[in-house]
């Protein structure tokens, strides 16, 4: 019978071996590798074993269906450097067209993550995450406006200058789905007093421009940044996510909070699920991504992201101290750009 250990195969330093020994390392300690290979190719006992024996070749098909159940980079199959690292992207963004697409598949990992019960999604933010901004239309259309204008130099729609107004209904429509998702998965932020920043300093710089259309309307930015950090703030406060806002229901996804006082280097986000897999997004050249499921490096990574919880205070559940004091030192920087808006007018 085959256990835990590895059977020996005809050819100890063959590429097939060599594949079955990564998928080893990814089985829980019960597991038995014969079962799990008839069960994720659909093979019978039998013909598992022999694939794993190497009596049988295993098939480019097979390879790749494992590979991507366990998450192994076939990189190091293909007698690459045992340093080196796969990563997946997807086309660049050139067009708007580009741009939906790449959001309809960030919506579309959200929903892979999602369909494992045991996922859990860590994310250091550097910045807010935005599927926090995406619950919110004005919030979502000043984000994608800034992308769209300033990160790709879309400035124009049919021939007409963007405002926020003309955001496309159906790209926003996708930051909402991507929000909805987002409060469906079990999450861990870390955040610090530099991550609310950037989008302070957005807002200002686009109203001082003129490139917003009314001081209202950057009124109304504020007023949504400070309904947006009420909810993450009541998040907190449970250690779950919102669902329904206005009745403050929550739903069964955890989320878990952690303030650092040092500040954050990048927006990493690191997905776990189906108990022994992984995968890492971090965004390049706007909202462009790189993921990779490589067992070494995610792994890595997951160690950090664990080193730097352990530097941080978590704030959600707990730590009611830290917690007030983190969001009232946030809803006060909210209310000074606020008050700068107020007393000035780009407009006249």
Not at 303 to 322: F, R, V
């Amino acid at each position: 019978m085959l256990g835990t250990k590895m059977v020996k195969m005809r050819n100890p330093r063959s590429e097939q071996n060599h594949f079955f020994e990564l998928v080893q390392t990814r089985l829980e300690s019960e597991e038995l590798i014969v079962d799990k290979v008839a069960e994720v190719l659909h093979l019978s006992r039998d013909s598992a074993y022999r694939r794993i024996r190497g009596i049988t070749d295993l098939s480019v098909r097979e390879m790749v269906i494992l590979a991507r159940y366990y998450g192994i980079g076939l990189n190091k199959l293909l007698g690459e450097h045992e340093n080196a690292v796969v990563f997946h992207r997807r086309p660049f963004i050139k067009s708007l067209d580009d741009f939906k697409n790449h959001l309809i598949g960030e919506l579309q990992e959200l929903e892979n993550i999602r369909s494992y019960s045991d996922h859990h999604v860590y994310v250091q933010a550097k910045d807010i995450p935005v599927f926090h901004l995406f619950r919110f239309p004005k919030l979502a259309a000043f984000q994608l406006y800034i992308w769209l204008k300033s990160v790709y130099d879309f400035s124009k729609i049919e021939g007409l200058h963007y405002n926020l107004s003309m955001i496309p209904q159906e790209l926003i429509d996708i930051a909402l789905q991507q929000n909805e998702a987002y409060n469906k998965l079990n999450c861990s932020e870390i955040w610090n007093d530099t991550t609310i920043l950037s989008l302070i300093h957005q807002i200002e710089y686009h109203y001082e421009a003129g490139l917003l259309s009314s001081k209202e309307e950057a009124l109304n930015l504020c007023e949504e940044m400070h309904k947006m950090m009420k909810i993450i703030y009541h998040q907190a406060l449970q250690g779950k996510k919102l669902i329904r806002v206005d009745e403050k229901e929550f739903g069964s996804t955890s989320y878990k909070m952690h303030y650092h006082e040092i500040s954050l280097a990048d927006n990493h986000i690191l997905a776990e699920f189906n108990r022994n897999q992984r995968r890492y997004f971090i965004p390049y050249a706007g909202i462009n991504t790189l993921k990779t499921g490589d067992p070494i490096f995610t792994k890595n990574i997951h160690d950090y992201i664990k080193a730097q919880t352990k530097k941080s205070s978590l704030i959600s559940d707990i730590s009611e101290k830290e917690r007030n004091k983190f969001f009232i030192r946030i809803k006060n920087r909210i209310d000074r750009l606020k008050s700068r808006i107020e007393k000035t007018d780009p407009f006249m």
